[in-house]
């Protein structure tokens, strides 16, 4: 069982989330993506090529990332935790819902991925879905701390 945390399109793996897994879940990579979704797409398969059993925290466009990923290797993946996921940028929904068990935490205040786009699109996506809209803004950084992180990392 392998945790990745995917961070956002212009953070890093040592980011403000990434330093807190460093510390509190040092088990959890957190690797550097660059370039476009299909690049970062590709840097994170050829990280998962031999992996089973992963857990995906994708964070925006990480978030985005790993729900592509999950699409194209559902066999692989365990579950996903999505904060604020850019779901409403460069993304389609499968034709059937995939089986992965997916908590979408999204803030009520979040400009950039808006609920009422973001939501509709997961629900299309993820048939083992759970949504947390929380009083927060696309950040969460109000509510990224507050979660028990030891239910999603092994």
């Known amino acids: ?9 212009d953070s890093s793996g040592q980011g403000t ?6 510390e509190h879940f040092p088990q959890v990579r957190c690797p550097d993506f660059s370039g476009t ?10 990280l998962c090529r031999q992996e089973r059993e992963l857990t995906f925290i994708g964070s925006s466009f990480g978030g985005l990332m790993a729900t592509v990923y999950a699409c194209a290797h559902p066999e692989q993946v ?15 929904p499968p034709a059937r819902p995939i089986e992965v068990p997916t908590l979408l935490v999204i803030g009520d205040k979040d400009d950039v991925c808006p609920p009422d786009l973001v939501i509709p699109a997961a629900e299309k996506t993820f048939s083992l879905l ?3 809209v929380v009083d927060d803004d696309h950040m ?3 509510t990224f701390r507050q979660m028990d992180w030891r239910k999603y990392i092994d």
Do not use: I
Not at 17 to 22: E, I, L, P
Not at 78 to 92: D, G, H, I, R, S
């Open 1 to 9: 069982m392998t945790t990745f945390f995917l961070h956002g399109l």
């Open 17 to 22: 989330k990434g330093r807190y897994f460093a």
């Open 37 to 46: 979704l299909d690049d970062r797409v590709a840097q994170l398969s050829a």
């Open 78 to 92: 365990k579950q996903l935790v999505l904060l604020a996921p850019a779901l409403n940028f460069e993304y389609t």
């Open 130 to 132: 759970a949504v947390e």
């Open 140 to 142: 969460l950084h109000g």
